[in-house]
């Protein structure tokens, strides 16, 4: 199937392979969207922000890096989303071609896999334990982090909302100063205070 996958799409640049078996179907399912402008419905798609499984009608037209993420224009919001494939069940190409193309547009996406439009300056000292975490579970973090003399790590990035970097902290508080923005530190508090973030 990786073959297939490859030999399908121009792959060479890639680590070999790139994509899990269990996946590899969907997303030559969504190559093939690509490349001929259809539409599809994203199948049972498992929603991580509304917590609910739904079938998703939209125009798929760029993949992130090792194909773990689709960038789709959805139909019924009318609004450019970024797509896990694992979570997608099934790709069912619906042979409807293409009707936004020109709304087609990729958001920028943060470190912690948060897309949006705005980059949101964020300093965050960290300990050791807060730093390697950070490192294993979002590796584009580490251009952003550097050590600092006593023994702290320091991450000067940038983010797209708070929603990201907000669960990372609220898992390690006892681990991570919030340096910037007072707007982060102020959604913390509410969060932690019991008030919607």
């Known amino acids: 199937m990786a073959k297939k996958l490859y030999a399908l799409y121009d792959l060479k640049g890639f680590p070999y392979p790139v994509v899990r078996r269990e996946n590899s179907e969907r997303i030559i399912a969504l190559i093939r969207a690509i490349e001929e402008k259809h539409r599809v419905i994203l199948q049972a798609y498992?929603?991580?922000?509304?917590?609910?499984?739904?079938?998703?009608?939209?125009?798929p037209f760029a993949f992130t890096l090792n194909y773990g993420y689709i960038w789709c224009y959805e139909t019924e919001t009318d609004e450019n989303k970024?797509?896990?494939?694992?979570?997608?069940?099934?790709?069912i190409n619906t042979g409807e071609p293409w009707k936004a193309e020109k709304a087609h547009r990729e958001l920028l996406t943060d470190v912690f896999r948060i897309s949006g439009e705005q980059e949101i300056p964020v300093k965050l000292r960290l300990s050791m334990r807060a730093a390697n975490l950070?490192?294993?579970?979002?590796?584009?973090?580490?251009?952003?982090?550097?050590?600092?003399?006593?023994?702290?790590?320091?991450?000067?990035?940038?983010?797209?909302?708070f929603e990201g970097v907000g669960r990372f902290i609220l898992g390690l508080p006892d681990d991570i100063e919030v340096m910037e923005p007072v707007s982060l530190k102020s959604q913390l508090s509410a969060r932690i205070s019991g008030k919607k973030f």
């Open 82 to 91: 970024l797509f896990k494939t694992a979570r997608i069940t099934q790709v």
């Open 134 to 161: 950070l490192m294993e579970e979002y590796p584009q973090s580490e251009e952003y982090i550097r050590s600092e003399p006593n023994g702290t790590y320091l991450y000067d990035g940038w983010v797209s909302s």
């Open 46 to 59: 498992q929603s991580a922000n509304s917590s609910t499984i739904s079938d998703r009608k939209v125009e």
